[in-house]
């Protein structure tokens, strides 16, 4: 019987295998939760991104005054004129070279408009830039919450309409 019990000597030699294999297991119960954990914060990167990106093209349309549609219909017809004035330059007998020349002038006056539209967006860049930052500020408001086991409720506003200071929740 007291074969089967082994001795302190051997429990000493098996003592260094036993505790790299709990440091093995250890390692593999710490990655497999560092992965887990990185999936959820891509997943919560990728949802603030495209909050963002989405305040960010509201921000600069708002800004510019226009309506994707508008601007792609804008962008389509300057196109066209584009290409209907390339094919009138190419044929060198057309004898109507004042049509060409006023529509010239009307692709001029287009893409000056369409100029002042990238300059708007230009000067767009800092209200832009607000908008990002305050995008991308709540959303680490509403994880910290998360975290924390609270809910971000609404923030409450004063009688004036500004919203209170503090968190709630």
Do not use: Y
């Not at 093995?24 to 603030?48: F, G, H, Q, Y």
């Not at 009138?88 to 408009?113: I, S």
């Not at 995008?135 to 924390?148: C, I, N, Q, Y």
């Not at 809910?151 to 709630?168: F, L, N, Y």
């Amino acid at each position: 019987m007291s074969e089967d019990i082994p001795g302190l000597g051997d429990r000493l030699l098996r003592l260094p295998g036993q505790l790299l294999l709990a440091l093995v297991n250890a390692t593999a119960v710490l990655v497999i939760a560092a992965c887990v954990l990185a999936i959820l914060v891509l997943n919560r990167v990728d949802e603030a991104g495209e909050r963002i990106a989405g305040a960010v093209t509201e921000a600069a349309l708002t800004r510019l005054q226009v309506t994707p549609a508008d601007l792609k219909a804008r962008l389509e017809a300057i196109d066209e004129r584009i290409d209907g004035l390339r094919a009138q330059l190419a044929d060198p007998d057309r004898q109507d070279h004042w049509q060409v020349n006023d529509q010239l002038k009307d692709l001029n006056r287009n893409l000056a408009g369409i100029r002042a539209a990238a300059e708007g967006l230009g000067a767009a860049g800092p209200d832009v830039a607000a908008v990002a930052f305050n995008e991308a500020g709540d959303l680490v408001t509403r994880a910290l919450f998360a975290l924390r086991g609270c809910e971000a409720g609404e923030k409450p506003t004063d009688p004036a309409g500004m919203p209170a200071v503090g968190p709630s929740g």
